[in-house]
């Protein structure tokens, strides 16, 4: 391991104008590391691939042949990978100067990185209450880590062990992060090495977003539940609260009342929502107009952000 070594992994959609500044983060450290540029752009209908074919050659792009979300691009681009190692990051971020270096003396000094399928280094974002813990699905449940990382994955055991982000529009990323970190934990390192920027239009986890989405968000809080449900109930049952409570709240906001009022139900038979004032207000809240209720969730969202 005498030179970094790696394969980069950009998702795009629809961000011709920001996709050129990622490349380039990357570009700038060329001469330090051995490169292998992958974009995976998930359908874009702009001049994505005109930008990055003309002013950048040297990168392998793909196009899928539809709008499958990140999850599904970045899945390509780990099986397209001839690196031993992968950073994927978004066509909004930017790495640091000097992160590939950084990542790859980190790296280097330590003793068990064969054994693990991914490591986790910090977005300008992200913090840790350390400076290096390997996170168990217990510290993820438990909040111990906070904002974005940069996964570095080991690709071969990455695809043997059958790993693959999910196949949703809207991210979703914990379920990944929570079952590797159950199965075998993720080393993670406080360095910060890559730039989270703000001048993106409406991100994927914008409050409008989620309204427009909720049928995709109450999937995902179902799904949540059913792969989770054990180690939410042992490490943190306000968080299992909430993926129910998301539950009941996306259904509604994706038009179906007889789904939000079967999960609210459900709910209240599990413990979960356990006062009947909350239970009646949630019933209540099920047979509101939809568009009222879209129009109360992202306000009360903005609100609780503030």
Same mark, same amino acid.
């Given at each position: #391991?005498d030179k @970094?070594?790696f394969?980069?992994i950009i998702?795009? &959609?629809?961000r011709?104008?920001l996709?050129g500044r990622? !490349?380039?983060?990357?570009l700038q450290?060329? +001469?330090?590391a051995?490169l292998e540029?992958?974009?995976v752009d998930?359908h874009?209908s702009?001049?994505t691939q ?6 950048y050659? #040297?990168?392998t792009y #793909?196009?899928q042949e539809?709008?499958?979300? @990140?999850?599904p691009?970045r899945?390509?681009?780990?099986k397209?990978?001839t690196k031993?190692w ?9 790495l ?7 990542? /790859?003396?980190? #790296?280097? +000094?330590f003793e068990?990185?064969?054994e693990? @399928?991914?490591?986790n ?5 992200g ?7 390997c996170?168990?699905i217990?510290d993820?449940?438990?909040?111990k ?5 940069v996964p ?5 055991k990455f695809?043997?062990?059958?790993y693959? &982000?999910p196949?949703?529009?809207?991210g979703g990323?914990?379920l990944l992060?929570?079952q590797i $970190?159950k +199965?075998?934990?993720?080393?993670? /390192?406080?360095? %910060?090495?890559a730039?989270v920027h703000?001048? $993106? @239009? !409406? %991100?994927l986890t914008?409050?409008e977003?989620?309204a %427009? ?7 995902l809080q ?8 054990k180690?939410l109930?042992?490490?943190?049952r306000s968080?299992?609260?909430?993926? /129910?409570l998301g539950s009941?709240v996306?259904?509604k906001? $994706?038009?179906?009342k007889?789904?939000?009022?079967d999960r609210?139900?459900?709910?209240r038979?599990k413990?979960v929502?356990?006062?009947?004032v909350l ?7 099920s &047979?509101m107009p939809?568009a009222?209720?879209k129009?109360?969730?992202?306000f009360?969202?903005?609100? %609780?952000a503030?």
């Amino acid at each position: #391991m005498d030179k @970094p070594s790696f394969s980069i992994i950009i998702t795009t &959609y629809n961000r011709a104008h920001l996709i050129g500044r990622a !490349i380039d983060s990357v570009l700038q450290q060329q +001469n330090e590391a051995e490169l292998e540029i992958i974009v995976v752009d998930d359908h874009s209908s702009d001049n994505t691939q005109q930008v990055v074919n003309e002013l950048y050659p #040297m990168v392998t792009y #793909m196009k899928q042949e539809e709008n499958l979300g @990140p999850g599904p691009a970045r899945n390509r681009g780990l099986k397209k990978a001839t690196k031993s190692w992968a950073i994927l990051f978004d066509d909004d971020d930017t790495l640091l100067p000097g992160s590939l270096s950084l990542i /790859w003396e980190t #790296m280097k +000094n330590f003793e068990s990185l064969e054994e693990y @399928p991914v490591l986790n280094f910090a977005h300008s974002n992200g913090t840790i209450q350390s400076d290096f813990h390997c996170f168990s699905i217990q510290d993820y449940l438990e909040d111990k880590i906070q904002g974005d990382f940069v996964p570095v994955v080991q690709v071969k055991k990455f695809l043997e062990l059958k790993y693959a &982000y999910p196949h949703t529009k809207i991210g979703g990323e914990h379920l990944l992060w929570w079952q590797i $970190a159950k +199965n075998n934990g993720i080393p993670t /390192w406080a360095k %910060r090495v890559a730039k989270v920027h703000s001048d $993106a @239009p !409406i %991100r994927l986890t914008s409050f409008e977003a989620q309204a %427009r989405r909720a049928l995709e968000y109450a999937q995902l809080q179902d799904k949540t539940i059913e792969l989770f449900e054990k180690e939410l109930l042992l490490f943190s049952r306000s968080k299992l609260r909430d993926k /129910w409570l998301g539950s009941i709240v996306y259904w509604k906001l $994706a038009g179906s009342k007889q789904n939000a009022v079967d999960r609210l139900r459900a709910a209240r038979e599990k413990g979960v929502v356990s006062t009947s004032v909350l239970y009646c207000l949630l019933l209540f809240f099920s &047979y509101m107009p939809s568009a009222l209720c879209k129009k109360m969730f992202v306000f009360a969202k903005k609100v %609780r952000a503030k």
